[in-house]
């Protein structure tokens, strides 16, 4: 396999290059289209929460949890001055805010209209039924880091 | 944008300007979904990861540290959403375990598998030679003519002595070698063969 040639032999560089300037891209148009749209979620002013804890990855990666042992996804996502407790049952997404203060919550949904839930002085609040797809949630000055439900 | 230096796009897109944002995807997306398509993704899920990766971008955009390696840094991304990718699908299917552990980035021992790297590595060059700076692509561009043009008529295109092109060939071609794109494709390569 001479394929790598590349790295070392300048006529290689200059027949690969050649090459990939004249095949065609295979990319479809709507991988470019989801691209340009999601910067339309992007929130100037608002503070990134990051994910910092999914059980359904960090639970898998520990081997050997079946399916059924895990039935409630919880995530957690931290800004500086924000957590956001997330818990995933089949009929809601139930929301604890630590410290407790905004007083509502904002879905963003891909390709549908963003909706807000209130948020109760304990800084719970419950979106039923979850949502699905790939969201982002915002409180107050503080957004999530978009998740698959 | 007549230089390839990514920088530029990346700050204007921080600030808000959409044609930045737009030319970025212009110039980026082919690669992130063809990083996608190597490990193996099908076309449907390759572009709802490629979709993550993007946000993902929104997401880091301001506190992008480095904006020249934004190549780089894609290309990671994806690999790293690609494997949460699988993670959560063993979660949903957890019959299908011995499929999905064989979930691992191509290598070129495969028909199939050395299309989805030579697709890579055309992205990967595409995005190096957008990068280079306008002199190095007009050069080149004169280069891939078929015939190529005659070192005269480089000579008077780009307003240099005959005797300087073999040497800025040379300096341009380290130059696309050097690139972000390409160097992580060989960093990530070497990973592979040691695995």
């Known amino acids: 396999m001479t394929s790598n040639d590349w790295q070392e032999s300048d006529e290689a560089l200059l027949q690969v290059l ?57 995530l957690s996502f931290e800004s500086s001055t924000l957590t956001i407790e997330l818990g995933v049952s089949t009929t809601a997404l139930l929301g604890q805010l630590v410290p407790p203060g905004p007083t509502e919550v904002t879905v963003h949904r891909e390709g549908s209209a963003a909706y807000s839930v209130p948020v109760d002085p304990d800084g719970t609040f419950r979106i039923a039924p979850p949502p699905t797809g790939l969201i982002t949630l915002t409180c107050a000055d503080v957004v999530t880091a978009a998740f698959h439900l | 944008m007549a230089d390839g230096d990514p920088t530029a796009l990346v700050t204007a897109a921080a600030g808000g300007d959409t044609q930045a944002w737009n030319a970025l995807v212009e110039r980026y997306a082919p690669l992130v979904y063809a990083t996608c398509r190597r490990w193996r993704l099908d076309a449907a899920d390759a572009a709802d990861v490629s979709q993550t990766v993007w946000l993902r971008l929104v997401e880091n955009l301001p506190k992008l540290r480095e904006p020249k390696a934004l190549p780089g840094w894609l290309m990671t991304t994806a690999a790293h959403e690609c494997t949460r ?75 240099m002595p005959c005797g300087a092109i073999g040497p800025t060939r040379s300096r341009c071609l380290d130059r696309l070698r050097r690139s972000a794109a390409l160097q992580t494709l060989i960093a990530d390569a070497g990973h592979a063969v040691r695995r």
Not at chain 2, 146 to 155: C, L, Q, V
């Open chain 1, 18 to 74: 050649t090459q990939a300037l004249h095949t065609p891209d295979p990319t479809p148009a709507s991988v470019r289209e989801a691209a340009r749209a999601v910067y339309t979620w992007r929130t100037i002013e608002a503070e990134l929460a990051e994910l910092v804890h999914d059980s359904r990855v960090d639970e898998l990666a520990m081997a050997g949890l079946r399916a059924e042992e895990a039935d409630l996804r919880t």
């Open chain 2, 85 to 159: 990718f699988y993670r959560s699908r063993r979660r949903e299917r957890p019959d299908d375990l011995t499929t999905l552990l064989d979930r691992t980035p191509a290598d070129d021992t495969d028909p199939i598998d050395a299309g989805l790297i030579r697709d890579e590595l055309h992205a990967a060059m595409r995005v190096a030679f957008a990068e280079l700076p306008e002199r190095c692509r007009t050069l080149f561009s004169l280069l891939m003519t078929d015939p190529p043009a005659a070192y005269t008529e480089i000579s008077t295109r780009l307003a």
